[in-house]
Nanobody
Framework: VQLQASGGGLVQPGGSLRLSCAAS????????MGWFRQAPGKDREFVAA??????HYSNSLKGRFTISRDNARNTTYLQMSALRPEDTAVYFC????????????????????WGQGTQVTVPA
């Protein structure tokens, strides 16, 4: 199984980016897929997840970030808008073979597969 993340880059404050994560080797159409991020010197942080029960977001990001998925393409997306310098991080996509309960979504250790990460930089 591989998760290939793409779409990161340098964007000015207030700008937008859309990240993509394509899975191969296994279908995740009925399983959770999500996004985390990690800034230098910080722990990996939950961003958003999509599962059969709906979508879930970090409270601090709700309203600016939107997760979606195309099950036919086995791909999840993260649309980010109104970006801020504090959004600068490496963004990782993740997928699970289990039907994770809500509290488990926020824990990186609950997820089975990870993409390689894509850098998002928003300069101050």
């Amino acid at each position: 199984v591989q998760l290939q993340a793409s779409g990161g880059g340098l964007v000015q404050p207030g700008g937008s980016l859309r990240l993509s994560c394509a899975a191969s080797g296994r279908t995740f159409s009925n399983k959770p897929m999500g996004w985390f991020r990690q800034a230098p010197g910080k722990d990996r942080e939950f961003v958003a997840a999509s599962r059969s029960g709906g979508t879930h977001y970090s409270n601090s990001l709700k309203g600016r970030f939107t997760i979606s998925r195309d099950n036919a393409r086995n791909t999840t997306y993260l649309q980010m808008s109104a970006l801020r310098p504090e959004d600068t991080a490496v963004y990782f996509c993740a997928a699970s073979v289990s039907n994770l309960i809500l509290s488990s979504l926020f824990n990186p250790e609950s997820w089975d597969y990870w993409g390689q990460g894509t850098q998002v930089t928003v300069p101050a």
